[in-house]
Every structure is written in C-alpha cells, then in structure tokens.
C-alpha cells in the first residue's frame, strides 16, 4: 500500500512562485555566469528552462558551448533517493559510453537545491540535434541499438529506491487516485473506475512472473534527439524497474501493417544488440492500456496546476469520460482474445 500511495507523492506543490531570477540565481550559484537570456521549455510535469552562459564551455562533442539546460523536479513526485538513482543510471550509462544526456556535476553533486523554494534542480548540457517524427530503415536500425544498449546496462544493476512497473502501481494506483479526487460527476467515469478494478484482475497473472529490470521507461521519438553522430536518449525522468517491452512498444505503436513492419526491423537490431531473442512483445495491449489509465489519473492529480486545465480542457467534460470508457472496453477485449482471458 505505501508503494502506491508512494507513486504520487504527497500532494503536488506548484511552481507559481518560480521566477526567470529564480532560475539565474540557481544557475549563478553553481559558479556559472549568465547573459540574462533564458527561455521556457516544453514540459508539464518539471519546469525546464534554456539559459544562456556569459562565456563558453566545453560539455563535449554534440552540445552547445553557451547554454545549459536547468530542470526544476516537481516536488512530491520524486524523492531525493529517486532522482538520485536516474542520475547514477545515467552517469553508468555514460561510462559505458552509451549516448544519453547526464547531469552535469557540480562540486562534486549533480543535485541541488534551490535556497528560496526549496524546489530541486540538475543542470544538463544542451543537446545540439533535432526530432524526428518519421525514421528511415538505417535510423530504425540505430535507436534499436541504442535501446539495446541502455537495456544491457541496465539489466547489470538494479533500482532500490524508484518504482516498479505493474498493475497495482499503474492501474489499482490509478484507480485510486482517481476514485479519491473525483474529478467529474459523470456516470461514465463511474463506470471507467469500476471497469479498473476488473482490468487488475485481467493483468494481474500476465505479470506475475515477468521479468523486470531498469528501464527508460517513456522511450518514444519526443525523448530522442539526433545530433551529427546519430541518437542520443533524454530525459529518464521516468525510468523504472519493469518489463524491456515498454521501452520498445512506444516508439512504433502503430497496428497498421507499415507500423508492424518498422517494429520488426527495431526489434531486429534490438535483439542483435541484446541477445534478448525471447522478447516476443505479448504485453504490448496490457502496457498501452496501463499508459492509458496511468494518464487520466496524473492529469487528475496535476488538475489544479492551471497548465493542465490549459493543455487538456476536454478532460471535465462528459465526452471525454464517454471514449475514455469505450477505449477502456476495447482495449480489455483485445487483451481478452489475446490471451484468451474474459472478465465480466
């Protein structure tokens, strides 16, 4: 039960009293001298600012000399000993010369606090790439690789202190949290929550024996940059201890045949790279239908932040609840006729 309720944290403390002097002053306390120019990043869960520095520094090959980027972690998500352990996956990772985006370390820590909010806060070295929304077979091939990678150094140790992904903390953790907060009235989202409890039911046994180990956790194109030298990951904010198939079902979610085909490629160069030749991706539908109930209750416990009630505004209303109920069903029948499995 602690673990559940531990998935959330205490209730959300926002950033409203976080100011551009804020920001420059944690950065200037670090020893780093700033022009004054900063700018917001998109992210709704942290607060992620671009400055600018006064004078050039070498972070190495791929990233910017004149900026940083500053996270500030929303408070009550993480703990210290959480953000603590992504910092240590990722400096592994990066001595194994694996291409991730690490903290940068100052007096000898790569976390702080800030004095005025209380609010905890890394550095990280800019990333010099783009996005992409669409893969040719050769990039397929690389991130493949890179996932790959990141598993085999991950499977070499193991999280005490973060999370584990499962039915109890993605989907009776939900259902908790959504029952508790009630965001709506509607008889829809009465409906859905019930229906959750049936979902844990029908999951419970497909985990049971599966195998976990540190994962990135939200691997999808948003989370990786191409630079001059191919891909490289960020932001493990959410890595986890869980299954590898979540780290390779987001980037080609897709059903459609061309979508099947591109995974099967990725799984390839995978598999090349790992030796995981037993990864067959059964838990695929399981996976996207924890993401999708875990979503609806981290927009119910961030509601009010104004931010979300900007970015989601069909969230209250009947509608939403409605699809949300009906996707909720079908994605429970295809689970059934996966495995063979019914529910009520």
């Not at 800019?126 to 991130?143: A, N, S, Y």
């Not at 029952?179 to 419970?204: G, N």
């Not at 970015?311 to 509608?319: E, G």
């Amino acid at each position: 039960m602690n673990e559940l309720l531990g998935l959330w944290g205490k209730e959300t403390q926002h950033f409203h009293l976080l100011s551009p002097d804020h920001v420059m002053a944690a950065v200037e306390g670090l020893g780093k001298r700033l022009t004054g120019r900063i700018m917001a990043l998109n992210s709704l869960e942290n607060r992620v600012y671009d400055v600018e520095l006064a004078s050039q520094s070498d972070f190495g090959k791929g990233f910017a000399p004149s900026n940083v980027v500053v996270k500030f972690y929303r408070p009550g998500r993480w703990s210290k000993d959480q953000i603590l352990e992504e910092h240590k996956f990722l400096a592994t990772l990066i001595d194994f010369e694996v291409p991730v985006v690490a903290p940068l370390e100052f007096n000898g820590a790569t976390l702080h606090q800030h004095p005025e909010t209380n609010l905890w806060f890394a550095l990280f070295p800019k990333v010099m790439g783009r996005l992409k929304d669409e893969l040719i077979k050769e990039e397929i091939d690389q991130v493949g690789r890179l996932i790959g990678r990141i598993h085999n150094i991950g499977s070499s140790g193991k999280f005490t202190h973060r999370f584990s992904l499962n039915p109890q903390t993605f989907v009776k953790a939900s259902r908790m949290e959504l029952e508790r907060i009630k965001p709506v009235e509607h008889m829809s989202f009465v409906h859905y929550t019930k229906l959750l409890e049936q979902l844990e039911v029908l999951l419970e046994p497909m985990f049971a024996h599966v195998e976990v180990q540190r994962i990135h956790g939200d691997f999808h194109r948003g989370n990786i940059v191409w630079t001059s030298d191919g891909p490289k990951a960020v932001d493990f904010d959410d890595c986890i201890t869980g299954p590898v198939e979540q780290d390779l079902w987001l980037l080609f979610p897709g059903q459609d045949e061309d979508g099947m085909k591109d995974r099967e490629r990725f799984l390839d160069a995978y598999k090349e790279m790992t030796r995981k030749d037993m990864v067959k991706m059964n838990l695929t539908e399981p996976l996207r239908t924890m993401r999708m109930v875990h979503f609806n209750a981290w927009i119910t416990k961030r509601w009010e932040d104004h931010s979300f009630q900007r970015m989601f505004p069909q969230f209250p209303t009947a509608n939403y609840w409605d699809q949300q109920l009906i996707d909720l069903r079908v994605q429970m029948g295809l689970i059934q006729d996966r495995y063979g499995m019914g529910f009520v």
